[in-house]
């Protein structure tokens, strides 16, 4: 309804009682509804062919034949819901040029008026078929979002340059795709055709065999100048390989220690699972400073991308080391076992929901980092030490006090992975972290209660291990996973779930690192795991301190909420110039001011600049450096490191 004044509403005033309102206005007549996908098969196949040369910029150009069985309106969807997004994220923002030709004669077309990313075509009769041109104008930039083409290399989401008709479910369209790359490059992706990933490709056109538009989105393709393809399961029955590209071509050479580590993956995660659900698997990998880095599951591969170091500098990639192990989990958890609300016969018209990412999610990061240390892509040390800083953060999540854990699953519907501010107020996506630590409650639980003979390797082995060699989709709710879990050991599963979702303070939060015989401790020197992680940013953490990050050029990165910063009036952003009345040169400077307030009773100093605006802020903290470690507790069973001990 329109806005009224609130006299009028309340019925008061004897001016407004004795005047007629004016007439509302008609409202206008809504758009026919988008129509719901039918499992029906769709009359013909698609033909998409893309042009992925003009690396200079950075613009992927479309051409697209879509079969009409009959005149009238056709709808075309763009991609909304994006699997492994978890939300509405498909750039729509980035498309461009629409035009529309049949019979060589032009078409007019209609955005929706409700849907964006709903076009109307009217399609005359005699017409077989729709010709479409476009292009995705993907980001130059990191301003624009995350850079997907450079001189050099190449990610070709498919869900990006895609127009598909509405009214049908994505798996009975069928497509013939194919792309056309810059001369010399090579490509790998897990769809099929007479070019085989790896191979030379003559003329620089690549055309794949037919697929569904369910297939094709989750199969999205890297090419690139300098490529290298690996092979990580050499004899085995079922080809695992993976397929990097690089900025240099020195950035792929990979060690024999290295090599071995990620083929150690793959037969880690066989034997713990128990089976594959599908016929050949490719992580898709770019080592690159200036394509944006990824880590995207698929059922059949993963787009994966670090800096150019991961393979060349052991001690700066560190942090980098479970992001193969976590996406190569996800095509048994979330790809073909997934949360039944996740799943959605289409990518628009029925939206998805994320009741369940604890478990897609908070299950696949425990194992991701699980594997990372059984295969020897990572050392059990340098986990803990990973698992040390994602408990501490957790514990500083003082919004749990008004958002539980459970809630954290509805954040990529509402804040599409946009930066927020006070993280650890607000909360977002600690389904990941937060889900990890009640997964090692659960392993530990096992094992304490079946005195080491069963673990979560069982219910791992048995809830997603089924059906082995399917690649399908068998979703699960809540109770499946609770049945789960009784049948490796019976207990109050709804319950002990129910008290990590739900819960509003931190009672349970570390008793997985407990019952694994650790503790979550602080000292004063950050562990290499952590410097590894700040050195991504080019930050330093002071986050269990002064409560503050500092990034590059003294900027406030971060300030946590109720911290000894906050209370202070500190707010992200700031651009540190002075400490204790000396000119900001490192973040060296804010340790030897934290040194020095240990020992007094003089507090830190900070002299900010915010805009045009200059703060001196007098921060009463005396508690020294901090930063988180595990420490073992002597006499109890060192259940953690038997979790991150590689199977036999």
Not at 383 to 390: C, P, S, T, V, Y
Request: aromatic content about 10%.
């Amino acid at each position: 309804m329109r806005h009224l004044p609130i006299l009028l509403l309340l019925g008061c005033g004897s001016a407004y009682a004795q005047t007629s309102p004016p007439p509302l206005p008609q409202p206008l007549p809504l758009p026919p509804a988008l129509p719901q996908p039918r499992d029906v098969k769709f009359p013909g196949t698609i033909t998409l062919a893309v042009d992925a040369t003009d690396t200079d910029r950075h613009v992927f150009s479309v051409h697209e034949t879509v079969p009409v069985s009959r005149p009238g309106d056709l709808i075309l969807l763009y991609p909304e819901y994006i699997p492994g997004d978890h939300g509405p994220t498909g750039p729509i923002r980035l498309f461009a040029g629409l035009t529309v030709t049949a019979n060589g004669a032009p078409l007019t077309w209609v955005r929706d008026a409700v849907q964006p990313r709903a076009f109307h075509i009217r399609v005359p009769k005699g017409t077989t078929s729709v010709d479409l041109t476009y292009q995705y104008l993907s980001p130059a930039t990191s301003r624009e979002g995350r850079v997907e083409m450079t001189p050099n290399m190449l990610d070709l989401e498919w869900n990006e340059v895609t127009l598909y008709p509405a009214g049908y479910f994505a798996r009975d369209i069928g497509v013939k795709p194919s792309v056309t790359l810059p001369d010399g490059w090579k490509f790998g992706t897990a769809l099929d055709g007479p070019i085989a990933p790896g191979d030379a490709v003559p003329g620089g056109k690549v055309s794949f065999d037919p697929v569904t538009l369910n297939v094709l989105l989750d199969s999205p393709l890297y090419a690139g100048r300098y490529y290298e393809r690996v092979d990580l399961n050499p004899g085995g029955t079922v080809p695992v390989h993976l397929d990097v590209v690089a900025d240099r071509p020195q950035d792929l050479v990979i060690s024999a220690k290295d090599l071995a580590a990620h083929r150690a993956l793959v037969q880690q995660a066989f034997k713990n699972f128990g089976s594959h659900h599908f016929n050949h698997y490719d992580f898709l990998f770019s080592l690159s400073d200036e394509m944006g880095g990824e880590g995207l599951e698929h059922h059949r591969s993963s787009e994966d991308g670090t800096g150019r170091d991961y393979f060349t500098d052991a001690a700066k990639s560190l942090a980098d080391r479970d992001l193969l192990p976590h996406e190569f989990t996800h095509s048994w958890n979330g790809k073909f076992r997934r949360p039944a609300d996740l799943w959605s016969p289409d990518f628009v018209v029925l939206p998805e929901r994320d009741s369940l990412l604890w478990v897609y999610e908070g299950q696949t990061q425990y194992w991701g980092q699980v594997y990372a240390a059984r295969s020897g892509i990572e050392t059990a040390a340098n986990q803990r030490d990973d698992l040390a800083m994602e408990a501490a953060s957790m514990e500083n999540v003082v919004g749990r006090s008004w958002r539980d854990l459970e809630d954290t699953t509805n954040d990529p519907l509402f804040s599409l992975r946009r930066p927020i501010p006070w993280r650890n107020w607000q909360r977002d996506e600690d389904y990941y972290v937060e889900g990890l630590l009640t997964w090692l409650d659960a392993d530990t639980l096992i094992r304490e209660k079946t005195s080491g003979k069963k673990s979560l390797d069982d219910f791992a082995r048995a809830f997603f291990g089924v059906d082995d060699g399917q690649w399908g989709v068998l979703p699960y709710q809540f109770k499946d996973v609770v049945a789960g879990l009784n049948a490796v050991v019976p207990y109050d599963w709804a319950g002990f779930l129910n008290d990590h979702l739900h819960t509003h303070d931190a009672t349970h939060l570390l008793d997985g690192i407990t019952r694994g015989g650790w503790k979550l401790v602080y000292t004063d020197k950050p562990s290499a795991y952590e410097k590894s992680a700040m050195g991504r940013f080019g930050g330093s953490e002071f986050a269990y301190s002064l409560g503050i990050v500092v990034g590059k050029g003294g900027t406030l990165a971060a300030v946590s909420w109720g911290s000894p910063a906050f209370k202070a009036g500190l707010v992200e952003g700031g651009k540190i110039i002075a400490v204790n009345g000396l000119a900001y040169d490192s973040p060296s400077d804010i340790s030897d001011a934290i040194k020095q307030a240990q020992t007094g009773n003089s507090p830190v100093t900070l002299l900010l600049r915010y805009g045009n605006h200059f703060r001196t802020v007098a921060i009463d903290y005396h508690g020294g450096l901090r930063y988180p470690h595990l420490e073992r507790i002597p006499g109890t069973p060192d259940r953690l490191d038997a979790i991150l001990a590689p199977l036999a």
